[in-house]
């Protein structure tokens, strides 16, 4: 049986209004006998529903108007952010609302990939005088590296062995071909470029995010990087890079770290039950400014 939309918001006040009026210990006392029959068709499709709605909660959105991202942009807007670095910019899906909501700011956009790096230009064209296309990548070192991509998807593309191999049956992808790209480090291209200070640095490289923050060392030691947006997601269980140690590296450098959410940022201190692989986007921002961190939290979950 479908049920219409009318009928399923109905049926989600009344879960609301239940749930709402129970103990703690009442929920997972119901919970508990929701799922005692757990392997018949009726339970297993609670299970599947009550998941969904896990994730749901947990914000697993990668479209930016859902996941908080455009958000989060409009609500940068009173702050003036002149210099924004969009490492992994894919064919533009950030940069574009940076662009609109940021009316004041310039971007520099990292595309390793070429044939993707071709479709940015091409999408941010509009914004040419206000946008910096860079047909390589970032990383902890200056050279060649050998990029993995796949012509089936454009972001299917890393410099990290295994990673789009990993993302294949999510991204309908049937090749992938290797090619030498050139990648340099980020204070190498601040100190090319004049660039003394970052106010945005976004970063989605597909399991790279490591070397990407180490081709950084000396902006984040200076503190000349204001704010950091990074993924962190079920890749990075694959890769044995863990969101405690993303958290740690940026309190060591001085910044307070909040998941994203279409609400805001829920600044906190790390806690283990954070490390769920659920993603995925997490905000870092110096400690210092505290206008940007009163003007972009919301409450933490």
């Given at each position: 049986?479908?049920?219409?939309r009318?009928?399923?918001?109905?049926t989600l006040?009344?879960?609301?209004a239940?749930?709402?009026?129970?103990a703690?210990?009442?929920?997972?006392y119901?919970a508990?006998q929701?799922?005692?029959?757990r392997f018949s068709?009726?339970t297993?499709?609670?299970?599947?529903?009550?998941?969904?709605?896990?994730?749901g909660?947990k914000?697993k959105?990668?479209?930016?108007?859902a996941?908080?991202?455009?958000?989060?942009?409009?609500r940068?807007?009173?702050f003036?952010?002149?210099?924004v670095?969009?490492v992994?910019?894919n064919?533009g899906?950030?940069s574009?609302?940076?662009?609109e909501?940021?009316?004041?700011?310039q971007?520099?956009a990292?595309?390793?990939?070429?044939?993707?790096?071709?479709?940015?230009?091409?999408?941010?064209?509009p914004?040419?005088?206000r946008?910096?296309?860079?047909?390589i990548?970032?990383?902890?070192?200056?050279?060649?590296i050998?990029?993995?991509f796949?012509?089936?998807?454009?972001?299917a593309?890393?410099?990290v062995?295994?990673v789009?191999?990993?993302?294949?049956?999510?991204?309908?992808?049937?090749?992938?071909?290797?090619?030498?790209?050139?990648?340099?480090?980020g204070?190498?291209?601040?100190?090319?470029?004049?660039?003394?200070?970052?106010?945005?640095?976004?970063?989605?490289v597909?399991?790279a995010?490591?070397?990407v923050?180490?081709?950084?060392?000396d902006a984040?030691a200076?503190?000349k990087i204001?704010?950091?947006q990074f993924?962190?997601?079920?890749?990075?269980l694959?890769?044995?890079?863990?969101l405690?140690?993303?958290w740690?590296?940026?309190?060591?450098?001085g910044?307070?770290?909040?998941?994203?959410?279409?609400e805001?940022?829920a600044?906190?201190?790390?806690?283990?039950?954070?490390?769920?692989?659920v993603?995925?986007?997490?905000?870092?921002?110096?400690?210092?400014?505290r206008?940007?961190?009163?003007?972009?939290?919301c409450?933490?979950?």
């Open positions: 049986m479908k049920l219409n009318l009928a399923a918001s109905a006040k009344i879960l609301k239940l749930a709402g009026g129970l703690p210990g009442d929920r997972s119901i508990r929701i799922m005692a029959d068709p009726d297993r499709a609670l299970g599947d529903l009550f998941s969904k709605a896990l994730l909660w914000n959105q990668y479209h930016v108007e996941n908080g991202e455009a958000a989060l942009l409009r940068l807007a009173p003036k952010p002149a210099i670095f969009d992994g910019a064919v899906d950030w574009l609302p940076a662009l909501a940021l009316p004041q700011v971007i520099h990292f595309e390793i990939a070429p044939l993707t790096a071709q479709e940015l230009q091409k999408n941010l064209a914004y040419a005088q946008a910096v296309i860079n047909k990548g970032l990383g902890g070192s200056e050279g060649e050998t990029l993995y796949s012509p089936d998807s454009s972001t593309a890393s410099t062995p295994g789009v191999e990993f993302s294949a049956v999510d991204h309908q992808i049937k090749t992938i071909n290797e090619v030498t790209a050139r990648i340099t480090t204070d190498a291209y601040m100190r090319e470029h004049g660039i003394d200070k970052i106010d945005f640095l976004k970063i989605d597909e399991g995010e490591w070397d923050l180490k081709g950084f060392s984040f200076g503190q204001q704010m950091v993924e962190y997601g079920p890749l990075n694959k890769i044995r890079q863990w405690g140690d993303y740690k590296f940026f309190t060591d450098n910044f307070i770290v909040g998941k994203l959410y279409p805001g940022v600044f906190k201190a790390f806690d283990l039950a954070d490390e769920d692989f993603g995925p986007n997490f905000i870092a921002c110096l400690a210092a400014r206008d940007l961190i009163d003007g972009l939290k409450e933490i979950l």
